[in-house]
């Protein structure tokens, strides 16, 4: 079937015989053989080569030298381009040679010398230099040098061919003795001119020879005839005229009547052969016509770019569609080759076409810039195109657009990669399982969550190898339910990663028929939802500890209560006692009620229910204040150093907090070293500009002031240390720790901001590092307090007090203390009594309340008072320090505030400053 456009004349017929490739190899090697052995006769002089070809030796060596270099120039032309550079060398000292012997026939003719410096006449050296040109421009990439070069070689061929005429007519073959040299150069020169010739299949002269046409068959005929027909009539002319069968005019009558009864005959039978011919070609070309027309139809209408080259890269074929794809019209294309006819980036892929041609189908996605910048898709197939026997005879080249399948499918891989990303964020690994083969397939985004390539898990029981044993059979047991009832599932389960760690998933699933009527599939998604449990644990501890702190203060609160009884009576039963024994004793108890204080302090730091006193304070100048007590508590079996950074920054903390944690630490590290030890006591400024972990997490980075208490003691495991900062929890024995040191320490710290961490192995000791913020402003930060006046003498005979206090005795400590300065005192329990008695007493000058007492708070109980008795004053007491009772104790001077435990001067001091103040302002 033909694939040519109706009026394109283009061939890709097959050669009917492979003598025509190999006339270039012929030729060269003939030229080589024919040179090589002229000079070894000529330098050896050998005998039997006359006698084998008579005329031979005389033949010059220059005119051998020119064989053997246009030989060799044929020969690495034909074998292709990559020997094209020897091609040119050979070619080039071809007409080196030449232009020496044009030099030489001009100094003869001009009579300047008679030695010619190469020895070879006119018409060699004109043969032999078309034959160097034809060679140097067949070896050049353009097609025009390429074609100039193939009709130099015919015209050197030509040359030849007609010197052999030339020596024929003058009886130089009549005898085989008297041979010519120029017989041999001519016929050298005749073959080399046509291997030459034939070199470029694509251009070359000869190339009508190989045709399946009447003209080919014709001039494989003729050509043969009309190269030989010559020479033999001149040799029967000659040899005839020599033996005198004729005069020299019959002879020549002869051979009129002899050519012309050869020529009518062989015009006569080849042209009987073309009228058959022709009249097959007609018929074939009205199928083939037909044939062309209806396949032109249909690669006008296809909707994809259809382009056909043959063997030679050369356009057969460019449908309407490429037309408009690339705005080149079939005519300036077809019957060009195909590189140089357009410049469409697609069509110009050498390597996809050379390998179309070598037999292999090649297929590809290329991407082509728009005016509008937006790319373009083509799908480029190159098919080879095929002969009935398989040979090929050309490219079939076919062009799809894609655009709008690219951009769906860029918009689904965003679209993909988005999802992807999203889930990941969150944690989430989306499953598919098969529920015929039980296969398991996981999008990519679940590596984190599986902590390992999804691969690793290609089956359900690979899934549930990896489930807690504890949970692996509820799990199952959901996942085969949905399956067995075509519904869904839900199910939380522990799973146990590659590396160990245990971590809470829940999966969700889903039954899904295939719509194609394939097996049905599983699909769900795993989410970690370790997070939430460890919130849940952590929120459930915070209640415990919640719960835990309320308790403190409330311990604590009552427990100041007996203290400030216990404190106060004490200080009354030692000013009683002269024996210095029974003031010992005493001392003794009020040590131990001093200690007890320490530790509700501790209690309500614990449940935050103290107020700090914030500010800016230099930790060398608290660590200096301690050291004479740290010796003391430590004992002489520990020796305490310091090493104090110069030039310390400040930090905003309460002090007595600070000097708690010091002390707290150092009480630590202590206990830690039973026998003995060293414990050191380091500050510094540090910068933290690098990942650096405490307690809790990593330390922001920022400029901080480092307190470090380290020991040589026991060290600390793991196991403790995780444990370390829980209140209540101790490794010491029964009685010896109440669990609320480092609980304290690590409220201190972070309600300051601060950070804490811990360096230890067992064995080798442990250090303590505090970091708290450093302060830019060396300006202490304190609330402000009210400036009292100097105080005068108040004379209390006749004042009234009004305590009211629901423990009895505090109640009745605080009476007797006032009673015995001189006031007169009445007290209460609750409100309902506090009302019920000024309705019989009537006014009183002071109110001595509890913050918390039965049934509401001291403070209503005083604004209710007060709108009655506006010259009323207030001192009020607590186990803790109220922040908001502070400050409007701050902006009342009618208020004052003491915190339980309480000596008696501070209450005498507070009931005096008020009504000092309530004298000096009437």
């Known amino acids: 079937m033909s694939v040519h456009p109706p009026g394109i004349s283009v061939d890709l017929l097959e050669p009917r015989s492979g003598w025509f490739s190999s006339l270039p190899l012929g030729a060269a090697f003939l030229s080589l053989a024919f040179g090589s052995v002229v000079l070894l006769g000529r330098a050896f002089d050998l005998s039997f080569l006359q006698s084998l070809l008579p005329g031979i030796t005389n033949v010059k060596s220059s005119a051998a030298t020119s064989f053997i270099l246009g030989g060799g120039s044929l020969l690495m032309l034909a074998r292709g381009r990559e020997a094209h550079l020897w091609a040119r060398l050979f070619a080039t000292g071809l007409l080196a040679l030449m232009t020496l012997g044009w030099i030489g026939l001009a100094l003869t003719e001009v009579g300047l010398t008679t030695i010619e410096p190469v020895g070879l006449g006119f018409q060699t050296t004109f043969g032999f230099t078309l034959q160097g040109a034809a ?86 005929y003729l050509v043969p005839i009309v190269a030989i027909t010559p020479f033999v009539l001149g040799w029967i002319h000659l040899a005839g005229q020599r033996a005198g069968w004729y005069e020299p005019t019959l002879g020549v009558a002869v051979l009129t009547i002899a050519s012309s009864v050869l020529f009518a005959f062989i015009v006569v039978t080849y042209a009987t052969r073309l009228d058959r011919s022709e ?13 062309a027309e209806f396949n032109t139809q249909i690669v006008a209408s296809a909707q994809e770019g259809i382009v056909v080259v043959d063997e030679h890269q050369r356009c057969v074929l460019w449908n309407p569609f490429m037309e408009r794809l690339t705005g080149v019209p079939a005519r300036d294309v077809v019957g060009k080759p195909l590189m140089q006819a357009t410049s469409f980036g ?8 050379e390998r179309a041609l070598a037999g292999q189908h090649v297929e590809d996605d290329v991407e082509r810039p728009t005016p509008s910048g937006i790319p373009a898709w083509l799908l480029v197939a190159h098919t080879p195109l095929k002969n009935a026997d398989g040979g090929i005879r050309g490219a079939i080249v076919t062009i799809h657009d894609i655009t709008e399948l690219k951009r769906a499918e860029q918009a689904l891989r965003e679209s993909q990669k988005r999802t992807s990303t999203a889930l990941a964020a969150l944690g989430v690994g989306v499953w598919e399982l098969d529920l015929a083969t039980r296969a398991v397939v996981w999008t990519e985004n679940a590596s984190p969550l599986l902590a390992s390539s999804p691969d690793s898990i290609r089956a359900l029981n690979d899934l ?121 004793n005493v001392d003794e108890v009020i040590k131990a009620a001093m200690r007890a204080t320490a530790l509700t302090k501790q209690l309500l730091a614990f449940s935050r229910r103290e107020t700090p006193e914030v500010v800016v304070l230099n930790a060398n100048e608290v660590v200096q204040d301690l050291l004479d007590m740290l010796g003391r508590l430590i004992g002489e079996h520990v020796i305490l150093t310091t090493s104090l950074a110069e030039r310390m920054h400040s930090t905003r903390i309460d002090r007595g907090q600070l000097e708690q944690v010091i002390v707290n630490l150092v009480v630590n590290s ?104 450093a302060s830019v402003d060396p300006v202490r930060e304190v609330r402000a307090r009210n400036d009292d006046p100097p105080l005068r003498e108040v004379p209390s005979i006749g004042t009234t007090v009004l305590i009211v206090e629901d423990e009895e005795a505090v109640r009745y400590l605080a009476r007797v203390i006032l009673e015995r300065a001189g006031y007169k005192v009445f007290e209460a329990s609750t409100l309902e009594q506090t009302e019920a008695m000024l309705s019989d007493i009537g006014p009183v000058d002071v109110l001595v309340s509890d913050v918390m007492l039965p049934g509401g708070r001291g403070t209503d109980l005083y604004a209710r008072l007060r709108s009655r008795y506006p010259a009323l004053r207030v001192v009020f007491m607590s186990g803790y320090v109220d922040d908001e009772i502070l400050k409007q104790t701050q902006l009342d001077p009618a208020m004052r505030f003491i915190q339980k435990p309480f000596a008696a001067d501070a209450l005498l001091s507070s009931v005096t400053s008020l009504l000092a103040s309530a004298n000096a302002g009437r």
Not at 185 to 191: D, H, M, P, R
Not at 346 to 353: R, Y
Not at 673 to 685: E, F, S, V, Y
Not at 689 to 718: E, N, Q, W
Request: aromatic share 6%; net charge negative.
């Open 346 to 353: 697609v069509l110009t892929q050498l390597e996809a076409m």
């Open 670 to 773: 202590r206990d830690a070293m039973p026998r003995g030890g060293h414990i050191g006591i380091d500050t510094a400024n540090v910068h933290v500009d690098s990942d650096v972990s405490a307690h809790g997490g990593p330390i922001p980075h920022g400029h901080y002031v480092m307190l470090a208490v380290s020991d040589t003691g026991i060290g600390i495991s793991d196991e403790v240390r995780a444990h370390l900062f829980e209140p209540f929890f101790t490794t010491k024995g029964r009685g010896k720790g109440t669990g609320l040191g480092l609980a304290t320490v690590h409220g201190i710290v972070t309600a300051a901001q601060g950070y804490i961490a811990v360096q230890s192995e067992v064995g080798k000791g442990a250090i303590f590092q505090v970091y708290l913020p």
């Open 135 to 220: 060679l140097l421009l067949l070896t050049n990439k353009r097609l025009t040098a390429r074609m100039v070069g193939a009709e130099l070689a015919l015209a050197a061929a030509f040359v030849g061919w007609a010197g052999l005429i030339l020596y024929t007519y003058s009886a130089g073959l009549v005898s085989w003795e008297s041979v010519s040299p120029m017989v041999y150069i001519s016929f050298g020169a005749t073959v080399l001119g046509l291997g030459t010739a034939a070199a470029d299949e694509v251009l070359s002269p000869f190339r009508v020879l190989q045709s399946d046409g009447p003209g080919g068959a014709l001039a494989r």
């Open 464 to 584: 549930i190898d990896r489930i807690h044993p504890d949970d692996r059979v509820p799990t199952l047991s959901a996942i085969e339910g949905a399956i067995a009832d075509k519904g869904d599932f839900d199910v939380e389960s522990r799973v146990v990663l590659p590396d160990g760690t245990v971590r809470w998933m829940r999966s969700k699933g889903r039954v899904v028929p295939d719509p194609m009527g394939g097996a049905e599939r599983l699909i769900g998604v795993t989410s970690d939802t370790t997070g939430r449990h460890l919130l849940e644990t952590q929120f459930l501890q915070a209640q415990k500890m919640e719960a835990v702190g309320q308790l403190a203060g409330g311990v604590a609160h009552d427990f100041n209560n007996l203290l400030t009884a216990i404190l106060g009576y004490s200080a009354m039963v030692k000013d009683g006692i002269t024996d210095p024994v029974g003031r010992k």
């Open 279 to 291: 009249e097959r070609r007609q018929s074939a070309e009205r199928v083939l016509r037909e044939s």
